[in-house]
Nanobody
Framework: EVHLVESGGGLVQPGGSLRLSCAASGFAFSMYAMSWVRQAPGKGLEWVSDILSGGASTTYADSVKGRFTISRDNAKYMLYLQMNSLKPEDTAVYYC???????RGQGTQVTVSS
């Protein structure tokens, strides 16, 4: 059974940074492309970033390009999202997921506010 647990969220001031983590289990993590998606209050799911199975290829939504970096450690079954220069509009619950799958975990709340 696919199990994904997100962590690392919190309250941060505009311009600050956070690093989100996603612990994966129950599937062959290294064989799958992974995604980060987010859901802002009152809005639908928004795709943020993808990373292919080997980690060499990444893509980003225009809204986060140049500020966020996705990475993975296949040996540790971990997915990461480094978020810099955070803006209030980045406030959302962030989820990791196998690319193309809906989020399965509880997500981690990121709040950007002064």
């Amino acid at each position: 059974e696919v199990h994904l647990v997100e962590s690392g969220g919190g309250l941060v001031q505009p311009g600050g940074s956070l690093r989100l983590s996603c612990a994966a289990s129950g599937f062959a993590f290294s064989m799958y492309a992974m995604s980060w998606v987010r859901q802002a209050p009152g809005k639908g799911l928004e795709w943020v970033s993808d990373i292919l199975s080997g980690g060499a290829s990444t893509t980003y939504a225009d809204s986060v390009k140049g500020r966020f970096t996705i990475s993975r450690d296949n040996a540790k079954y971990m997915l990461y999202l480094q978020m810099n220069s955070l803006k209030p509009e980045d406030t959302a619950v962030y989820y990791c997921a196998k690319r193309g799958d809906p989020p399965r975990g509880q997500g981690t709340q990121v709040t950007v506010s002064s």
